[in-house]
């Protein structure tokens, strides 16, 4: 943790309409996963054609469980910007709000797990951007996300049995709690230079998001497709997502007909890249925020 664990908040971060910048971070993380859900296609996920392979799960049911976490994320922002430190008590302000978000979603999808993950991913990068004020660029925000995610929660349950966890544990994987513990790097490292550079060649806004999402399907372990499809399946959707780059992205036809093939494998396996979904929301999350700080990334 070193020194960045009991960083202190300088007075020149300080900032009067601060309530603003909260409200427009919870906003923006609620606007992300809306983009997510409504971003077509995505193989094995909720998008606008389908359920994917979540018979319990829709389009409808996905926006509406969003909607539910905005206060949840506005409290997160807010608590960053409240803290003078970064240290212990900000982990576990932030873990209490996020476990209060997480019923507030349970209640909202009646008892699905829509966005367990993303409420995980989001808080953190939500509270660190609120700690941060007005200078958020991607990777500060990431650094920032890491370092309180690392910091003791007394309060977290030991165990929540949830398949994510189950997974991570089985398969020896870092899951949810890896990436925000080394900083997100599969959205700092993967999904923003995959999405910039898909825009750069001039893919459509929505292409370009796909490819980002295909970029971190190739590379994540992904504890969601781990806990429906083992090894082979996790070893099986990462060479197709990475097949369907290797011939240009979703631009192309060539690469259309990779997804195909690739969505057919999924199918059959009931295979659903959730964790990867959660980094393209954070993707899409960090992107915008920092998009308004020139020079930074």
């Given at each position: 943790m070193g020194a960045l664990a009991t960083l202190a908040r300088s007075d020149a971060r300080t900032h009067s309409n601060g309530e603003a910048i909260a409200e427009t971070i919870g906003e923006l993380a609620v606007a992300v996963l809306i983009d997510e859900a409504t971003l077509t296609p995505k193989p094995g996920l909720v998008d606008g054609r389908g359920n994917g392979a979540h018979?319990?799960?829709s389009l409808r049911l996905m926006i509406d469980s969003a909607h539910s976490l905005r206060d949840g994320f506005v409290a997160m922002a807010r608590a960053g910007q409240a803290a003078t430190r970064i240290d212990a008590s900000l982990r576990e302000r932030l873990g209490a709000l996020g476990r209060e978000t997480?019923?507030?979603?349970?209640?909202?999808?009646?008892?699905?797990?829509?966005?367990?993950?993303?409420?995980?991913?989001?808080?953190?990068l939500a509270g660190a951007a609120g700690w941060l004020g007005k200078s958020r660029g991607a990777n500060a925000i990431a650094q920032i996300a890491g370092v309180i995610a690392r910091l003791p929660d007394r309060h977290r349950p030991a165990h929540t049995g949830n398949k994510g966890e189950l997974a991570r544990h089985a398969?020896?994987?870092?899951?949810?709690?890896?990436?925000?513990?080394?900083?997100?790097?599969?959205?700092?490292?993967?999904?923003?230079?995959?999405?910039?550079?898909?825009?750069?060649?001039?893919?459509?806004?929505?292409?370009?998001?796909?490819?980002?999402?295909?970029?971190i399907m190739a590379q994540l372990d992904d504890t969601c497709v781990l806990a429906r499809?083992?090894?082979?399946?996790?070893?099986?959707?990462?060479?197709?997502?990475?097949?369907?780059?290797?011939?240009?992205?979703?631009?192309?036809?060539?690469?259309?007909?990779?997804?195909?093939?690739?969505?057919?494998?999924?199918?059959?396996?009931?295979?659903?890249?959730?964790?990867?979904?959660?980094?393209?929301?954070?993707?899409?999350?960090?992107?915008?925020?920092?998009?308004?700080?020139?020079?930074?990334?």
């Open positions: 018979p319990d799960m997480e019923a507030a979603m349970l209640q909202a999808s009646g008892g699905i797990n829509t966005h367990r993950g993303a409420i995980w991913a989001l808080g953190l398969f020896g994987v870092g899951g949810a709690r890896g990436q925000a513990e080394a900083c997100f790097p599969h959205v700092i490292g993967v999904g923003l230079p995959a999405l910039r550079a898909s825009r750069a060649r001039g893919d459509a806004e929505p292409t370009a998001r796909v490819n980002a999402l295909l970029a499809a083992g090894r082979d399946g996790l070893a099986d959707v990462q060479a197709g997502a990475e097949a369907v780059l290797d011939a240009g992205g979703i631009g192309t036809l060539a690469g259309r007909r990779r997804l195909h093939e690739l969505e057919t494998s999924m199918r059959l396996r009931q295979a659903s890249p959730g964790g990867a979904a959660d980094l393209l929301a954070a993707t899409l999350f960090l992107d915008r925020l920092s998009a308004a700080q020139p020079g930074e990334s």
